[in-house]
């Protein structure tokens, strides 16, 4: 068939395939690294392919009728996020308008989490994948083309056509043999223009792409392992790996770093290791950023490795300086850990330093057993461990999460509108009031902690010796500076103004349907 993955028209620069989907304060824009490697399995299997990120090249809803038309393109996957579900909604309405005939479906977290809701918004919406989606729309491609039984397509849900009865199939198996999938950098390289995406802690332009999937981690909050890849970790295989870094460098010349979007990068670190020392074989070029936890790296001799392995940055979830937050979060498997976790993070962050790999320290605020006492210790704990880059939100519950499930139970949630998960302008909303701290209070909050650490003067004279030492790092340092600093002047703007733009016109069903 002739298939478009689309990642649809909404905010400029909008990211709905990072963990907490927004316009960001540093200009990040991730890849559509879900879409992007589904689209390589449906070319794989012989489909037609195209491929848009609407909020990177800046294509708008009638662009897009535009792009179906001529290419007479038949199905189109779309993704989605909870922010803008509503808005992705109108715009398979738009485009099913413009061609009843097209065939749609919709993949992501947030249907994921909440396909009969999602298909109740809209008698426009035919079918929606469940948790990882490759094999999903590879099958369901498959079925369209020969007009078989959709009920025989595992991970999907559906609406049955004629009586409206929406149907929830078996659940889909998680792909164990990840080395069976196609590079998604080969598809970025097909479709997708490599200068658009930012990330504001990483050498620019950039990659991305897994080595793994899953976490045997349970962070309340933490969608990805709750709605999508699951806790069993699977590995590709460090010669897989490796290979992917030597197609980025000799076909991808233009990029400066990979991220690696491991939900967490060291977990096994043998294989950690084996991995380092196979890219030092190899000669490997390319610096390297990774998702990383710190209370389970702090290993002189891994870190060093990974260093000459080409590891340039760790991005760390640190979230709290309070303890009892921590264990609210349940951020360790094993709560005596707890008590342990803060020395644990000054430990791997001196340690890094060490061995010559920065840090960019992710902070929130909002939790459960937050109080605006322990807010400002997390303030103090950024501060004190000293990262490269830090970020500071509010907490974002998303539905799937055990989070969103107890603020849901203790009435935290207070506006019961997907829109309300972002500002008028696209930026992180908070939607959870605390007994004795407002969702207005939050975002405030993380407004100054910003100031208070990019403004610091020991941290601009960093920045400024950094910048003069290495020109990748003036250019990354610029880049992201320059748009963070309107918001280190004005702020964000947490009042709602009304929904929040949608592409295509008001969906049927605006709320929240849990």
């Known amino acids: 068939m002739r298939v478009l993955f ?3 028209p909404f905010h400029p620069r909008f990211s709905r395939e990072q963990r907490s989907p927004a316009v960001t304060k540093s200009g990040t824009l991730y890849y559509p690294k879900w879409l992007a490697t589904a689209a390589g399995v449906a070319i794989k299997n012989g489909h037609e392919v195209d491929l848009v990120d609407a909020p990177a090249g800046g294509f708008s809803v009638q662009a897009v009728i535009d792009r179906i038309a001529s290419k007479n393109i038949e199905a189109v996957v779309c993704d989605t996020s909870t922010p803008s579900i509503l808005n992705d909604v109108s715009v398979i309405e738009s485009l099913t308008a413009a061609n009843p005939k097209l065939h749609t479906l919709m993949v992501g977290r947030h249907v994921s989490s909440l396909p009969k809701e999602t298909l109740a918004m809209s008698d426009s919406l035919q079918a929606v994948a469940i948790r990882e989606y490759e094999y999903t729309v590879r099958d369901w491609l498959e079925a369209k083309a020969c007009g078989a039984d959709l009920s025989q397509v595992d991970g999907l849900a559906w609406r049955q056509p004629g009586t409206g009865e929406i149907i929830i199939n078996k659940q889909r198996a998680a792909i164990h043999n990840l080395d069976e999938l196609p590079f998604v950098s080969e598809v970025y390289k097909r479709f997708l223009h490599t200068p658009d995406y930012f990330y504001g802690h990483s050498l620019w332009p950039l990659v991305v792409f897994d080595t793994s999937r899953g976490c045997p981690y349970h962070c309340s909050f933490c969608v990805y392992p709750q709605t999508f890849s699951g806790h069993t970790m699977r590995y590709r295989s460090v010669a897989n790996v490796a290979d992917e870094f030597e197609f980025v460098s000799r076909e991808m010349p233009e990029i400066k770093t990979v991220m ?6 060291i977990v096994s670190k043998p294989r950690t290791l084996e991995l380092a020392n196979e890219l030092i074989r190899r000669g490997n070029k390319l610096p390297f950023d990774a998702n990383c ?4 790296g702090a ?3 891994l870190l060093s490795t990974l260093h000459k392995a080409g590891a340039r940055l760790f991005c760390v979830g640190f979230e709290s300086g309070d303890v009892e937050v921590i264990n609210g979060m349940k951020k360790n498997n094993d709560d005596r850990r707890d008590a342990k976790y803060h020395d644990e993070a000054h430990k791997f962050v001196r340690r890094c330093q060490e061995a010559e790999i920065m840090v ?3 902070f929130m605020v909002g939790n459960l057993n937050e109080t605006p006492a322990s807010m400002e210790k997390t303030l103090s704990f950024a501060k004190a461990l000293r990262p490269d880059t830090a970020q500071f939100f509010p907490i974002m519950v998303y539905p799937g999460t055990v989070a969103y499930q107890e603020a849901k139970k203790r009435d935290y949630i207070q506006i019961e509108d ?3 998960w972002l500002t008028k302008d696209g930026l992180h ?6 007994p004795n701290i407002s969702h207005e209070q939050l975002v405030s909050f993380c407004d100054r902690a910003r100031r208070s650490f990019y403004l610091a003067p020991p ?8 910048s003069l030492k290495d020109r990748r790092e003036l250019q990354r340092n610029l880049k992201g500076f320059l748009t963070l600093a309107k918001y280190l002047v004005k702020g964000s703007d947490h009042q709602k103004d009304g929904a929040s733009p949608i592409a295509g016109g008001p969906a049927k069903t605006q709320g929240a349907t849990t």
């Open 6 to 8: 689309l990642n649809p």
């Open 260 to 265: 690696l979007e491991d939900d967490t990068f």
């Open 293 to 296: 936890r710190a209370d389970i």
């Open 299 to 301: 290993d002189h001799e």
């Open 360 to 362: 960019h320290g992710c």
């Open 418 to 420: 997907w829109g309300a």
């Open 429 to 434: 909303n908070s939607v959870v009031t605390l």
């Open 459 to 466: 941290y601009l004279l960093y920045k400024l010796k950094q």
